[in-house]
């Protein structure tokens, strides 16, 4: 398994990064984002949905579920306030990841062994001012 390896100390180089992932996603593509809170889940999406032509994405934490129109359908889904496996299939998960688009899921530990064969995006504080983010693909 290849794993890319990056580290940013400035949102610039996080939307550099992105948006250089932002070109290998395809329709049908799941990806995880795992990392603290401020890590810059939220932020790493909003650069790729920038990317696609969609502005202002947002996080969904409320909401769970956030629909993006854009060069692509992206959907942006938060688990981070689901405490039951349940309560993920009771949204319909099984219908939206039929949906052609691109998903992005963040806190999707709950879930990870439903999801095979997806972009994983993991944030983590080197320091203050520096993060390190590794992408590879769980199998």
């Known amino acids: 398994m290849e794993i890319l390896e990056f580290k940013s100390s400035a949102l610039q180089e996080t939307e550099e990064i992105a948006k250089g992932f932002a070109q290998k996603l395809k329709l049908g593509d799941v990806v995880l984002l795992k990392g603290e809170l401020g890590a810059g889940k939220t932020f790493f999406i909003s650069c790729i949905c920038e990317y ?6 947002r996080s969904p934490s409320f909401k769970i579920i956030n629909i993006y129109e854009g060069k692509v359908k992206i959907y942006h889904l938060d688990f981070y306030r689901i405490k039951d496996k349940e309560e993920i299939f009771q949204l319909g998960i099984d219908e939206i990841l039929n949906e052609e688009a691109i998903f992005f899921i963040e806190w999707p530990e709950i879930f ?28």
């Open 52 to 57: 696609f032509g969609i502005k202002d994405a």
């Open 112 to 139: 990870m062994d439903y999801l095979k064969n997806c972009w994983v995006v993991e944030f983590e504080f080197e320091n203050e001012d520096t993060r390190k983010i590794r992408i590879y693909k769980n199998e």
